[in-house]
């Protein structure tokens, strides 16, 4: 069997608060192939977008291992782990987080530039051509709509080729035409880039559009289902 | 909510007063949070604040300290003075029937060695047994005065030092030996007669009398000293009545009075100017600290706008809402100027913990009202003037706020009567401002170039943004992050520019015009100003003075007039007392002016009005006047003037106005008489000498020393070295000024860390992107660092342009000497630029490059 993209053995996540130690996650060990996609299903405070932080490097893990890509992350410091997401890891946020003061173009443009790639800027053009918005490169943030935001989100995820797409309720935010708009368009780039999606969702439709489904409860993973090998 | 809450969160009528009383509870339950968001607004008006008050305690604890010394610095309870002509038996009489009188001589002279080898400028001042009344004079090894006095004359150490003398040696004053007898440690009424020429020298009276410098017409200033007797001395009823019998008996005798309880008004004077004018820094500070005030309160209001409209869904008008807030920003600018007063209370007493000591006037802190009140006053307007507007926008917030965010942006004017109360806040702060001060025009131009320029820097900070966003995207991420974040809404452009613009201006503005000065002092003298000034000729000695230099140096060349010294005492039939000339020509009113007599118009004066007396003239008395002091006092050709000289008064029709170059170094009078009114005054002869161009300083310093070995009684003051010593003196002050100037500069930097503290949430989230995108801590930081870079610079560089733009209006319009361009001014302004911006922005990336990112990310 291939090493998988994701490997995480007895992941715990505790945070200290006013009211004493929260433990979020409690012993968390799952792998994730390359190509799958998987929803990260369960209610709010499960536990479930910390676990999608905690693989993109965004938040350290305080017991266990994570290793992503063949990439120990408990290993690497802040730069190393900001390196990686470049190269390796796109990541779709409910709340969007363009940066407000670049336009579509620039949002998309700016991981590639990152990596001092000499053709960021066509490659995000066409990639906002792929999520429909060729005609909005020049708008701001703040000039476009949840929906096209998001759009612009994906595009920019997706912009260095990820082997890993992370998304965290990417339709948490949007009313629910628009969020169909978007999962379809989700799914598509998926099955072009062939990337392993992970799906953070309560939503219980939206989790069996994905290869498997991991439902979480108060830190715990409750269950862990192959819906299709599709 | 309460039932009286309800009640009365009703709109009110149309007209209904504002019942202040819920404002206030409304207003303290807004403010339960604590001042969060106000620190720069408490602490910019604090700064502003605390300078004024501060500067006004510290110039009344001198005026204080100058009125509790005043007998000690007139060395009496009242003094009187005369150039010239000492006390006749009969004033004298009049002075003997008032108190206990002391007499002394003090004039400008030069001391020798015996070999004539070595001399130096001094100020002699001759005293009698009786001297000194008040105080005591104190001399080095405990050496008591009056025997000091028996044995020769008492000096201070810098002539021994520059003689090469010591107690015991004998020194050359005019045609006679002085014995040194003793080194003067303190000299109790220094302050009053120094003329800050050279060292001390002081002797008996008798002594003088035997120098050879006692001449009618030499420039000597007699001064008695009276002690009032009995109760006399602690009853200003009594002195008042002293004074008024003196000034009675002696009216025309030409004498200057003044008395224990304002006993220099000169130096009052340059303590109230320089008051007023540190005032007007502070006030800079302030309103500089304003852009700070209005900043915090935008953003408070910013932060309340969901309870704004809650408030409005609820019933609340525009007016409570007002008032609401207002009742807060009230609280807040009180806590202000009270942290503001606390601290301008306590700085004085540190100064003078500090640097008591090297003051010539001993402070008296106490508590000036006045200067508390003018404070908090200032204080109360600046941050009125600054909150009104954003508070007024505050009204503009509708209720769909609650329903979706964005629409509910506060845009457009406020209300008509909050755009007028904030013009007719600023109307007032401008006329306290200049109405406060003795020289309103000096404070109208300050008010209108501090206007001038922080209107530029407002619309160079907009101008900075707009062209920032129309600059096409740079290849490097780096700066393209940079110049995104300038040119972001909330970006610091606007803030940077505007708050450290006006200080930094002010400041190379300062170090451009002191470079301009200190080159145009130390440089080359103006062409044509002589070299040295020659007082107290006798009259019939200067043929044979003129072929000592020539046979000393060939090619020096002299200019002459007689000089005498007269007080000035009626103008066009009124009193000089009884005027108030503007601040420019007061100088000429006050004290002797040197006065002089000529057949033709002297060189470097051009008659600009009415026609000069012939030669030979015998017709009644006529005077020229200066044009632009004769303007300045109202007089004009046909007034007539009366001067006492000598003790006796002198009447003379203007009968020409001149202008003259002061610049030029050259003789100049304020006023020249026609020969024939001074006919019969004693006078001696003031010559300029103008040596050859590079000649060698041996040969200079061996034609002074002929000078003063053949004339012994006169006087040579070398141009340089009262050049250089203005020069010190000048450079001094720019100092102070300079010091006061950074208050400004501390204001600005407060508004930048406010700005910076406001916006650190959209700069950690920006951050938190960059870095879940793949940016590494190290381009953040580059981006971070080219951002205030850039900032820095282009602020810097519009204070360098406005602040030049500024010295050279100042320099080459109004002082009119040549402007020079300072390289260390320029690199100063751009280095505390760039220190200031990196510094305190550094401060705010530190954070944003230690911020964890999931809270950032998942919050919103």
């Known amino acids: 069997m291939n090493e998988p993209i994701i490997k995480l053995d007895g992941l715990r996540l505790s945070l200290q608060s006013r009211a004493g130690t929260v433990e979020i996650l409690r012993g968390i060990d799952l792998q994730i192939a390359h190509g799958q996609s998987v929803a990260v299903l369960g209610p709010s405070g499960s536990g479930k977008t910390s676990l999608l932080m905690v693989i993109a490097g965004l938040e350290r893990s305080t017991g266990g291992a994570v290793t992503v890509e063949g990439a120990d992350l408990t290993a690497l410091d802040e730069d190393g782990l900001a390196l990686l997401r470049g190269e390796k890891i796109g990541i779709v946020f409910q709340s969007f987080h363009l940066v407000p003061s670049m336009t579509a173009l620039e949002n998309v443009a700016l991981p590639l530039e990152f990596q001092g790639r000499g053709e960021a800027f066509e490659a995000a053009r066409e990639l906002l051509g792929e999520v429909g918005l060729e005609h909005r490169l020049h708008h701001f943030p703040a000039e476009l709509s949840g929906g096209e935001q998001q759009r612009v989100a994906i595009a920019r995820a997706l912009s260095t080729r990820p082997r890993l797409i992370l998304a965290d309720e990417p339709t948490g935010n949007l009313d629910g035409e628009t969020g169909r708009q978007i999962i379809e368009l989700l799914f598509s780039l998926h099955r072009r880039s062939k990337a392993t999606l992970v799906l953070v969702t309560h939503d219980e439709a939206l989790s069996r559009r994905c290869q498997r489904t991991v439902r979480m409860g108060d830190g715990h993973i409750l269950s862990d289902d192959l819906v299709s090998a599709a | ?353 500090l640097y008591g000591d090297l003051l010539p006037i001993p402070p008296v802190i106490s508590i000036s009202v006045g200067s508390l009140i003018a404070a908090s006053i200032y204080g109360l307007l600046v941050a009125l003037l600054f909150s009104l507007w954003p508070l007024g926008r505050a009204e503009l917030i509708t209720p769909a706020v609650l329903f979706r965010d964005q629409v509910g942006q506060a845009s457009g004017l406020p209300r008509w009567p909050i755009m007028a109360a904030t013009a007719v806040t600023g109307l007032v702060l401008l006329l306290l401002a200049i109405f406060s001060s003795d020289t309103p025009w000096v404070a109208a131009y300050f008010a209108a170039g501090l206007s001038l320029i922080l209107l530029l820097f407002y619309g160079l900070g907009h101008l900075v943004t707009w062209v920032t966003r129309r600059i096409p995207r740079p290849a490097t991420p780096e700066l393209a992050i940079a110049l995104g974040s300038i040119a972001a809404p909330g970006g610091l452009a606007r803030t940077v520019v505007l708050s450290l613009g006006a200080g930094l201006s002010m400041l190379v503005a300062v170090a451009l015009a002191d470079a301009s000065f200190v080159e145009e002092l130390s440089g080359k003298l103006p062409e044509h100003a002589p070299d040295y000034f020659v007082l107290d000729i006798p009259r019939g000695e200067m043929d044979r003075l003129k072929s000592v230099i020539a046979g000393e140096v060939s090619g020096a060349t002299l200019q002459q007039a007689p000089m005498l010294r007269g007080r000035l005492i009626e103008l066009a039939g009124r009193k000089v007392e009884e005027l108030k000339p503007p601040a420019e020509a007061e100088w000429v009113l006050r004290g002797d002016r040197g006065i002089t007599y000529a057949d033709e118009v002297p060189q470097g ?224 302004a751009l280095g505390i630029s760039i220190a200031l911006v990196v510094i305190l922005g550094g401060l705010g990336t530190l954070q944003v490059l230690r911020s964890r990112s999931v809270p950032y990310l998942r919050s919103e």
């Open chain 2, 605 to 828: 004066s051009r008659v600009v009005k009415g026609n000069w007396w012939g030669e030979n003239y015998s017709g009644p008395p006529l005077v020229s006047f200066e044009a632009d002091l004769a303007r300045m006092l109202g007089l004009g050709i046909g007034d007539q003037i009366t001067v006492n000289v000598l003790g006796r008064n002198i009447s003379a029709t203007i009968s020409n106005l001149r202008e003259l170059d002061w610049d030029s170094l050259s003789i100049n009078f304020v006023m020249i008489f026609s020969p024939n009114t001074l006919a019969g005054a004693p006078s001696n002869m003031l010559a300029t000498i103008n040596l050859p161009e590079n000649l060698e300083i041996a040969k200079e310093a061996a034609a002074m020393r002929a000078l003063s070995k053949a004339f012994p009684t006169v006087t040579a003051i070398r141009v340089r070295d009262a050049v250089d010593a203005f020069n010190k003196v000048f450079s001094k002050i720019m100092t102070a000024v300079r010091v006061a100037g950074s208050v400004t500069l501390l204001a600005g930097a407060l508004v930048l860390a406010g700005a910076l503290a406001t916006a650190q949430r959209r700069r950690i989230l920006d951050a938190v992107i960059f870095k879940a995108l793949g940016a590494t801590r190290r381009r953040i930081l580059a981006a971070h660092v080219l951002e205030y870079l850039l900032l820095a610079a282009v602020t810097a560089g519009f204070a360098i342009l406005l602040g030049g733009f500024a010295a050279w209006i100042a320099l080459t319009q109004v002082i009119d000497i040549p402007f020079v361009l300072s390289w260390p001014a320029v690199f100063q």
């Open chain 2, 1 to 353: 909510m309460t039932t009286s809450d309800t009640e009365t969160i009703q709109p009110s009528s149309a007209g209904a007063p504002m019942r202040m009383p819920l404002a206030i509870r409304l207003a303290r339950r807004q403010m339960r949070s604590g001042f969060e968001g106000f620190v720069v607004f408490i602490a910019c008006v604090a700064l502003g604040v605390m300078v004024i008050a501060a500067i006004g305690a510290l110039a009344n604890a001198l005026v204080i300290g100058l009125e509790r010394q005043g007998r000690q610095i007139i060395g009496g309870d009242v003094s009187i003075s005369r150039m010239h002509a000492r006390a006749t038996p009969d004033e004298r009489a009049a002075l003997e029937g008032v108190g206990l009188i002391s007499e002394t001589a003090t004039m400008r002279v030069m001391a020798r060695t015996a070999d004539s080898k070595e001399q130096i400028l001094a100020e002699l001042k001759s005293v009698d047994d009786a001297y000194p009344l008040v105080g005591e004079m104190k001399l080095k090894g405990d050496t008591k005065l009056d025997k000091a006095l028996a044995n020769g004359a008492v000096v201070e150490p810098i002539l021994l030092e520059r003689l090469g003398l010591n107690v015991g040696d004998e020194f050359q004053l005019g045609s006679a030996p002085i014995r040194i007898s003793g080194v003067i440690a303190k000299e109790p009424d220094g302050l009053l007669d120094r003329l800050t020429y050279g060292p001390r020298i002081l002797f008996s009276t008798v002594l003088l009398e035997q120098t050879g410098l006692l001449k009618p017409g030499a420039l000597i200033r007699w001064r008695y000293a009276v002690a009032l007797q009995g109760d006399g001395k602690d009853d200003a009823e009594d002195l008042g009545s002293a004074r008024a019998e003196l000034k009675k008996e002696l009216s025309a005798g030409g004498f200057t009075i003044v008395d224990r309880s304002d006993p220099s008004p000169q130096v009052r004077r340059t303590l109230e100017r320089l008051r007023q004018f540190l005032t007007l820094i502070g006030l800079t500070a302030l309103i500089v600290g304003g852009v700070g005030i209005a900043n915090a309160v935008t953003n408070y209001i910013d932060r309340r706008r969901r309870t704004i409209a809650t408030m409005k869904s609820l019933g609340a008008n525009n007016r409570t809402i007002f008032s609401v807030f207002m009742v807060q920003i009230l609280a807040i600018t009180l806590i202000g100027i009270a942290v503001g007063l606390a601290g301008g209370l306590i700085i004085p007493s540190i100064l003078k913990a």
